[in-house]
C-alpha cells in the first residue's frame, strides 16, 4: 500500500493544521492511524480510525484538540489538527493497520507512509 501524506507546515501556537494521507484503494478494508516522532524521541501514536470509522481511539495528549477522519469513496485519511502547541511540533505519519480495529500499538500497522512535517511556534 502505498501512503503519501501531506498538510503540514509551520503554525503559531493555537493555530490549526489539516493532514492528509492518501492511503490507496488495498487500504479501504483496515484500520488507519497517524503516528509522530518529535525531534529526539521515539515514535508516539496519535489517533486510530477503524475500517467502519466508529470507535476512534486518541493518545491523551491529543484528544479533545485533534480529530480523526477518513473518507472510503476517496481512500483518504484526515487528521485535522486544533489549538496546536508547541509540543505537538513533529513528524507525522500515516500508517496502515494489518485488521480493521482501530490500535495504538505500533507493531500492528505494517504500511508507512513519509511523514509530514508540522511546527508549531510559540
Known amino acids: 500500500v502505498q501512503l503519501q501524506a501531506s498538510g503540514g507546515g509551520l503554525v503559531q501556537a493555537g493555530g490549526s493544521l489539516r493532514l492528509s494521507c492518501a492511503a490507496g484503494?488495498?487500504?479501504?478494508?483496515?484500520?488507519l492511524g497517524w503516528f509522530r516522532r518529535a525531534p529526539g524521541k521515539e515514535r508516539e501514536f496519535v489517533a486510530s480510525?477503524?475500517?467502519?470509522?466508529?470507535?476512534?481511539i486518541y493518545a491523551d495528549s491529543v484528544k479533545g484538540r485533534f480529530t480523526i477522519s477518513r473518507d472510503i469513496a476517496k481512500n483518504t485519511l484526515y487528521l485535522q489538527m486544533d489549538s496546536l502547541k508547541p509540543e505537538d511540533t513533529a513528524v507525522y505519519y500515516c500508517?496502515?493497520?494489518?485488521?480493521?480495529?482501530?490500535?495504538?500499538?505500533?507493531?500492528?500497522?505494517?504500511?508507512w507512509g513519509q511523514g509530514t512535517l508540522v511546527t508549531v511556534s510559540s
Open positions: 484503494r488495498t487500504s479501504s478494508n483496515n484500520a
Open positions: 500508517a496502515v493497520a494489518r485488521g480493521s480495529m482501530a490500535t495504538s500499538r505500533l507493531e500492528y500497522y505494517n504500511s
Open positions: 480510525i477503524p475500517y467502519r470509522a466508529a470507535s476512534t
